[in-house]
């Protein structure tokens, strides 16, 4: 069955960066939009940015603004979460799916691959 492989996430200070990224293992993303989803301890998993298949539309959650920015490489098959400016809010579990580009900015299923372990993203202050 294919599944989502994450990566890229660790531990880092307010205000420093890190790029995530996210493949899908057996399947392509090419066709999908992808998105970026997190999970913080207690809370329920939501959506955090999406791209459209084609790269042209995306969507941020209204926290992450300005800070964090969704692209994809089609070539290598990748979509990437790169994260600015971060704040200890920001820490959580870093899930991603693909899917159509609305199911997923919606958070809807079904995506085409089941949830990976994910990455986790820790920033402290």
């Known amino acids: 069955q294919a599944q989502m492989v994450e990566s890229g996430g660790g531990s880092v200070q307010t205000g420093d960066s890190l790029r995530l990224s996210c493949e899908a293992s057996?399947?392509?993303?090419?066709?999908?939009?992808v998105g970026w989803f997190r999970q913080a301890p207690g809370k329920e998993r939501t959506i955090v940015a999406a791209?459209?298949?084609?790269?042209?539309?995306?969507y941020y959650v209204d926290s992450v603004k300005g800070r964090f920015a969704i692209s994809r490489d089609n070539a290598k098959d990748t979509v990437y979460l790169q994260m600015n400016n971060l704040k200890p809010e920001d820490t959580a579990i870093y899930y991603c799916?693909?899917?159509?580009?609305?199911?997923?900015?919606?958070?809807?299923?079904?995506?085409?691959?089941?949830w990976g372990q994910g990455t986790q993203v820790t920033v402290s202050s």
């Open positions: 057996g399947r392509t993303l090419s066709g999908f939009g």
């Open positions: 799916a693909a899917g159509s580009y609305v199911n997923v900015v919606a958070g809807s299923e079904p995506y085409i691959a089941s």
């Open positions: 791209i459209s298949e084609t790269g042209g539309e995306t």
